[in-house]
């Protein structure tokens, strides 16, 4: 028999005979067995089998995301009052159990269930779905169990984390997307609920969970989304002033972080509380910390539960976020000091997988709330064992203390969690429901009267009734210049303009004007959720590009002191650049990693823009409603200097708003960037731009011999003069770019005077050149076999269509998209012709060194530390040269100039490369006369601006040939990411 030596806790002598759990009779039953003492107070929690008892978490563990996926394990609610312990959930079978929670009264109990489970088959199988979670209801007095929403497991509807709202309705987490379902259908699109922006870590059956919003008359087919992030928002709580505090996974494009957020319960007001950018928070600081499970604690404290990604251990890590004071770790807001994070709440320090801790561990955690400071707890002793096996007969049990706590002879022993009564200022425990073996208890609420929180009214109650009616809500962002509360101006332009950099000086025309500043509109956009194969089942070399399809909402103004103040779509998940008259985003402007939203009726308001700090930098706390704005508090005066005196602001606008006032309609979206120069006086007003817009585009196709029929990238034709919250620009490849290599056009030739062929086909192409009778190489009639020594060579950039591309110069691999894609987004062959044919250029044989590897496949190094390398085959190099233009950025780049050979030896061939071939070669761009920036774009500068290419041949200047529509159309494509298409619904479907 295991023998006990408790020497440092005689207190739990007491409990070592009970190690059944308690009341597993069922729903309705009663325990008699379970008369724990130690609290009158009557509670509830969640019971839940211990699965790994090494405290250890499986590999294979799911990703405690994926709220579909199968969890090994049961848990069970149960209600404990003076007199029993009930079991009101199923007896029979496994089931899991999701965010316990009581009403004000204490009269009633919520949380979310499903099962039975059902194990997975054998390894290889596919895994069998899982029962739907829903929603329950029990109420207290009549031991009634109510389910109130079922979901549907097989459509993949679940709902989960459920929390009462001060008026009696219902605050959930919800797979359903109702709002989201009807927006795409209002966008032209199939309604379909939509995966997490990863597919939930590869699975791609799971769909987001959003929050939304049970009716008191729990009718579920009036359900309300509140929010609409396109991954999950969960684990909703109340503060005691009525705002709702949840967990948002953000999961935009390389940021992945599971954050606390805090808004109004119809989802306004949203803004980032905490833990944006502090991942590694903890003991561990190698594991990416989620912060999940919020409650206010009051003072500006919120508790946390914090989890790695595969976390389904007992043992609870918890921290107490200082928010009033502080946006991230090290990060404070204003006039905010102390500490953002306390590791050791009560004195429980963080524990560590696997390792023995000395005060024991927590598996929950609540405040009674009577004004004792007591707290309810699950908590097991420390204890170890001189077995690794600690279950084994012949093991000896011993409490942990501060001499044995290291010992590497001694093994942590299984855990017996109970539930507890503890009083932090006497450190003591009292127990209230037993230890046992093989459980643990988490959700612990108290089941009487607490004081409700506060209500706070709806924002289409209190909002613009015009806007909500519009279903529209209202940004205002007082400043773009305002980074961080430094004056930035996004450009390199303005440093010829003396003083320019200060709000009263850029936004004064006389001083600026408007064709100088270079922040002149903004950009809203929206990707496109991500939809299942049954959905749409699109080739993947379709979805070509940043990997995702993006879609503009429209374009507002920037005025001359960086305010913008637009109309947006409520009720979806946005983002916005800054960009330039061109429509370029400009490079420092990407810096929003989190998704915005407005709810109809409702405005708000930034002071100004915000990003990540290098190392060297001081962090700015940054997302906060309530900021104050020090940096532009509006116009001091009623006058602007130097203004068109009709635009007279009043005291403490920004221009934005005095725009606004003057002209409602200046506040709404467009789908072109127009602009008229409202602020100039009379006499100095810039002449509007003229020829940008899409019907200007469209008409440039009907204008030519014979005249092209051209669709705008809109989804509904009439958004191009009328346009409407669900207006979308969706630019795609083949229908909107493509066409204008092969559009008839006749350009002047500035060199020869003449009128001449510019049809971009007509050069790059690879037909007979009538100049020598070959081959063109795709834009050159003549291309040198070895470029002068130092010289990029030649860009054969091909824009034709597939069925006249050479074969040798073909994309292999690629049997949907077209070549011209291709070239212009990635490295692609370059072309020689030999002996009147076009073919890949390739040098002569040469053998290949490569590095050798060990038998664990690492490389073998020198004594010296280079690589050994060993010779290889004698192989042909094959010769390609950089892409021309890259995905989501449309701004003028040095391209990637990819080396031909890397094999990580010190030297590749068998002899030096010829002088001149194209490799390792990197201008040196500070030097003029070796700007080789191959940039699409550049080719289209003004002469003025072309600096020569020396020794390159065939740089033929392209300025004016591309209308001021394609032009805008080709960089706006380029800066939503380079889609190859923009919808999966406009995608040959496989």
């Not at 979310?112 to 199988?125: E, Y």
């Not at 944006?276 to 910390?289: A, C, F, K, L, R």
């Not at 990604?309 to 918890?318: A, G, N």
């Not at 020396?950 to 889609?979: F, P, S, Y």
Request: aromatic share 8%; hydrophobic share 35%.
């Amino acid at each position: 028999m295991t023998k006990l030596l408790l020497k440092k806790a005689l207190f739990w002598l007491p409990f070592v005979a009970v190690l059944t759990a308690c009341g597993s009779g069922g729903p309705g039953s009663e325990d008699e067995d379970s008369a724990a003492s130690g609290s009158d107070i009557p509670i509830a929690y969640i019971k839940r089998t211990i699965v790994e008892a090494s405290g250890i978490p499986p590999a294979d563990a799911p990703f405690f995301l994926n709220f579909e996926a199968f969890v090994e394990g049961s848990a069970s609610v149960h209600v404990r009052t003076t007199s029993a312990d009930r079991q009101i959930t199923p007896s029979e079978g496994d089931y899991d159990v999701r965010q316990l929670t009581v009403d004000n009264a204490g009269e009633n109990l919520l949380f979310a269930m499903r099962g039975p489970l059902v194990a997975p088959s054998a390894p290889g199988d596919p895994a069998p779905v899982q029962p739907a979670w829903g929603i329950w209801e029990y109420t207290v007095a009549t031991q009634l169990l109510v389910q109130l929403t079922q979901g549907d497991a097989t459509n993949h509807i679940h709902d989960i984390d459920p929390a009462y709202l001060p008026d009696g309705r219902i605050i959930f987490s919800s797979s359903r997307q109702e709002t989201t379902q009807k927006k795409l259908g209002d966008e032209g699109k199939p309604q379909y609920r939509h995966l997490t922006e990863n597919g939930d870590d590869g699975d791609t059956d799971a769909r987001t969970f959003n929050l939304h919003i049970l009716g008191s008359d729990r009718d579920i087919g009036f359900v309300k989304q509140i929010t609409f992030n396109l991954s999950h928002d969960f684990n909703p709580s109340l503060t005691a002033d009525g705002q709702v505090l949840f967990s948002r996974w953000d999961n935009m494009g390389s940021t992945d972080s599971v954050s606390i957020y805090r808004m109004n319960p119809d989802g306004s007001a949203m803004e980032l509380l905490f833990g944006h950018n502090s991942p590694n928070i903890g003991v561990d600081t190698t594991q990416t910390i989620r912060y999940t499970r919020p409650k206010a604690l009051g003072g500006g404290r919120v508790l946390v539960q914090l989890r790695s990604d595969s976390d389904q251990l007992p043992q609870l890590q918890l921290a107490v976020l200082d928010v009033d004071n502080f946006i991230d770790d090290g990060v404070v807001v204003d006039g905010g000091s102390g500490t953002a994070v306390d590791l050791e709440y009560l004195g429980f320090a963080q524990t560590m997988p696997g390792v023995p801790a000395l005060d024991g561990r927590l598996s929950a955690i609540t405040p009674v709330e009577d004004g004792t400071g007591r707290y309810l707890i699950s908590w097991t002793l420390c204890q170890l064992s001189d077995l690794a096996d600690p279950t084994a007969a012949e093991a000896v049990i011993q409490a942990c203390s501060s001499a044995n706590i290291d010992s590497t002879t001694l093994f942590e022993a299984a855990a017996f969690y109970g539930i507890f009564m503890f009083d932090p200022s006497e450190d003591q425990k009292i127990p209230v429901v037993l230890p046992a073996a093989g459980v643990y208890y988490t959700d612990i609420v108290v089941v009487q009267s607490h004081t409700a929180p506060t209500s706070v009214a709806e924002v289409s109650l209190t909002g613009d009734a015009d806007l909500v009616e519009r279903n529209v809500g209202l940004l205002h962002i007082r400043s773009v210049y305002n980074m961080d509360g430094v004056f930035d101006d996004l450009s390199t332009g303005l440093e010829n303009v003396t003083n320019a950099k200060t709000i009263p000086r850029i936004s004064n025309p006389s001083v600026v004007t408007a064709d100088q500043r270079q922040a002149r509109f903004l950009r809203l956009s929206k990707v496109v959720p991500l939809w299942d194969e049954d959905t749409r089942d699109v080739d993947s070399d379709l979805i070509a590009g940043t990997g995702r399809m993006t879609e503009i909402v429209g374009y507002a103004e920037i005025e001359p002191d960086g305010s913008v103040l637009t109309e947006v779509p409520a009720d979806i998940a946005f983002t916005f650049s800054i960009v330039n008259g061109d429509g370029v985003r400009l490079g420092e402007t990407s810096r929003h990693t989190n998704w915005l939203q407005l709810r109809p009726g409702e405005k708000v308001t930034c002071n100004g823009c915000h990003a990540a700090p290098d190392d060297d930098e001081v962090a700015v706390a940054h997302g906060r409603v309530s900021g104050l704005d020090t940096f532009h508090p509006g116009s001091p005066t009623l006058a602007y200097p130097n203004v068109d005196p009709v635009m007279a602001p009043e005291i403490g606008e920004t221009m934005a708003e005095t725009h606004g006032r003057i002209d409602p309609n200046s506040i709404k979206l467009a789908s072109s960037m127009d602009y008229t120069d409202v602020w100039a006086e009379p006499a100095s007003k810039i002449t509007p731009v003229v020829g940008t817009s899409y019907d200007d585009l469209v008409m440039s196709f009907a204008d030519v011999l014979p005249p092209v029929t051209y669709f705008a990238p809109l989804n509904f034709p009439s958004c191009a003069t009328d346009w409407q919250p669900n207006c979308r620009v969706v630019i795609n490849y083949e229908t909107h770019i493509h066409p204008i290599w092969s559009k008839p056009r006749i350009v002047l030739d500035v060199d020869a005077g003449v009128d001449i062929d510019g049809t971009c086909v007509s050069c790059h192409n690879h037909d007979i050149d009538p100049a020598d009778g070959e081959p063109r190489t795709a834009g050159n009639s003549f291309i040198n076999e070895f470029p002068i020594p130092n010289a990029v060579p030649v860009q054969q950039l091909y824009l034709g269509n597939n069925d006249a591309i050479n074969a040798d110069l073909d994309f292999e691999g690629n049997g949907v998209r077209m070549d011209a894609y291709d070239y212009l987004f990635n490295e692609h062959p370059r072309g020689i012709v030999e002996a009147m044919v076009l073919v890949q250029q390739r040098d002569a044989p040469f053998v290949v060194y490569t590095p050798q590897l060990d038998d664990e496949g690492n490389i073998v190094l020198n004594p010296d530390n280079s690589v050994l390398c060993d010779p290889g085959i004698s192989t042909f190099r094959l010769f390609t040269l950089p892409a021309s233009l890259m995905a989501g950025q449309a701004i003028t780049v040095i391209p990637p100039m990819a080396a031909l050979d890397d094999f990580g030896c010190p030297a590749n061939y068998e002899l030096e490369p010829k002088p001149g071939l194209y490799g390792d070669f990197a201008p040196d761009i500070s030097d003029p006369q070796e700007d080789y920036r191959r940039n699409f774009f550049t080719k289209f500068l003004p002469r003025s601006e072309q600096v020569p290419k020396v020794g390159v041949t065939g740089n033929t200047n392209h300025d004016g040939w591309l209308t001021a529509a394609e032009h805008r159309l080709i960089k706006e494509w380029v800066d939503m990411g380079g889609q190859y298409y923009n919808s999966p619904f406009d995608a040959p479907s496989n």
